[in-house]
C-alpha cells in the first residue's frame, strides 16, 4: 500500500499494491523440449507430467472426463491373471492423463512374461538407449530396466517420438481461466468487505475526526484479494 501526504496534512491519498496471482499455468503449455538428464541418462518429458497430474483438479469438468475415458475402457476389458483390473485400471488412467502408460514384464523362470505390473507414468523416464526405461524414485533415486522389460504405449506426437502428449493441452488455458475466476470469486465472497471504489466529499461539514473514521474504515478493508482503494 502506497500513502501519499501533503504538507499541510489536510489531503491524504492512499491505493493498495499490484493484484496478487493466483495462477500461473504458463509454463504448462509452453513446449520446452526433449532433451536428455542426469549426465545423458534419460530423457525430460516435453511438458510437465506433474502440472498435467494438478489439472485433473483444476474444474469440476476435465478430472470427471479423464475418469469417464476410464470406466468406457475399462468396460471392454477383460481381465486374466496375466493383467487383473488392479493393474489395467491405474495404466489406463495414466494414459488418458499423460497419454503416456507403461507396464513392467514379470517373467518366470523359464522368461515367458506371465504378469504384467503397472508403472506410474509420471514417473517414468525413456532411458538414451532405445526401448530401455527407468523410474524416478521419491529419494532422489532411480530404477533402471533392462531393455525390453517395460511396455510403454503412448499416443504419436508430431514434434517428437520419445513421448506422447495429450490431446487437450490446448484447453489448458480455459481450465486455468475458469480456476482463476472461481477462486476469484470464492475470495470476493469470503473477504467480506467488497470496496472497489473512489471516495470523494465535498460537504464542507465533514469534520477531520469524520475524514479520520472514513479513513480508517477504508484501509481496514484491505484484505487478501481485495480491489484497489482510494480515499
Same mark, same amino acid.
Not at 492423463?97 to 514384464?105: C, D, H, L, R, S
Not at 525390453?148 to 508430431?158: A, L, M, P, T
Not at 470469486?185 to 466529499?201: D, K, P
Given at each position: 500500500?502506497? #500513502? ?8 491524504? +491519498? ?27 541418462? @534419460? ?23 479423464? #475418469? ?14 496375466? &493383467? ?49 526405461? &527407468? ?13 525390453? #522389460? ?12 520419445? @513421448?506422447?502428449?495429450?490431446? @487437450? ?9 475458469? #480456476? ?16 472497489? @471504489? ?22 481496514? +478493508? ?10
Amino acid at each position: 500500500m502506497e #500513502e501519499i501526504q501533503n504538507d499541510s496534512s489536510t489531503t491524504m +491519498a492512499f491505493t493498495f499494491g499490484d493484484p496478487e496471482p493466483i495462477l500461473d499455468g504458463q509454463y504448462l503449455t509452453d513446449y520446452v523440449g526433449i532433451w536428455l538428464l542426469d549426465n545423458g541418462q @534419460y530423457y525430460a518429458p516435453p511438458v510437465s507430467w506433474a502440472g498435467l497430474a494438478r489439472l485433473r483438479g483444476a474444474n469440476a469438468y476435465h478430472g470427471p472426463l479423464l #475418469e469417464f475415458k476410464t470406466n468406457m475402457i475399462l468396460r471392454t476389458f477383460l481381465p486374466s491373471t496375466a &493383467c487383473p483390473v488392479t493393474q489395467m485400471q491405474p495404466f489406463t488412467t495414466d494414459y488418458v492423463t499423460f497419454n503416456n502408460a507403461y507396464f513392467q514384464k514379470v517373467k518366470n523362470f523359464l522368461g515367458e512374461t506371465v504378469f504384467l505390473r503397472h508403472l506410474p507414468a509420471i514417473n517414468m523416464r525413456r532411458m538414451k538407449t532405445e526401448n530401455q526405461y &527407468c523410474m524416478l524414485n521419491v529419494d532422489g533415486s532411480r530404477t533402471d530396466f533392462e531393455v525390453g #522389460e517395460v511396455i510403454h504405449i503412448k499416443n504419436y506426437d508430431v514434434s517428437q517420438t520419445i @513421448y506422447g502428449l495429450p490431446s @487437450y493441452l490446448g484447453a489448458i488455458q480455459s481450465m486455468l481461466l475458469n #480456476e482463476d475466476a472461481t477462486l476469484f470469486r470464492r475470495r470476493y465472497y469470503m473477504n467480506g468487505a467488497h470496496v472497489g @471504489y473512489i471516495f470523494y466529499s465535498a460537504a464542507a461539514s465533514l469534520t477531520t475526526k469524520d475524514k479520520n473514521s472514513i479513513r480508517d474504515a477504508v484501509k481496514s +478493508a484491505k484484505k487478501l484479494g481485495n480491489f484497489r482503494n482510494l480515499f
